[in-house]
């Protein structure tokens, strides 16, 4: 866990104090999904958003910055599965 609340906090580090915040969020949020969908268990979900949670708050992120951040990582993720839903009956 210290390795990926380091990783986030470095992310958000530079999402703070870059002045085009929207591409770093965006960067933190593609990297977030990447450890999401290669976690070896549910319990290393929960770490890697509960360290980008952390960082956040370290940070004093907005609560609107954040609540479109979990939506944006919502909606990619039930694309992925609707996707690898469907390339597994053979639809793709």
Known sequence: MPQILGLVNNLM???????????????????????ILFAGSQEDVKRCIEAGMLAFDAN??????????????????????ARKKMHSRGAI
């Open 60 to 81: 004093k992120v907005h609560g609107y910055i954040i609540s479109r951040f979990v939506e944006k990582i919502i909606s990619e993720l039930e694309l992925y599965s």
């Open 13 to 35: 580090h530079y999402s703070v104090n870059n002045t085009d915040m929207s591409v770093s969020i965006d960067e933190c949020r593609t990297n977030l999904i990447n450890r």
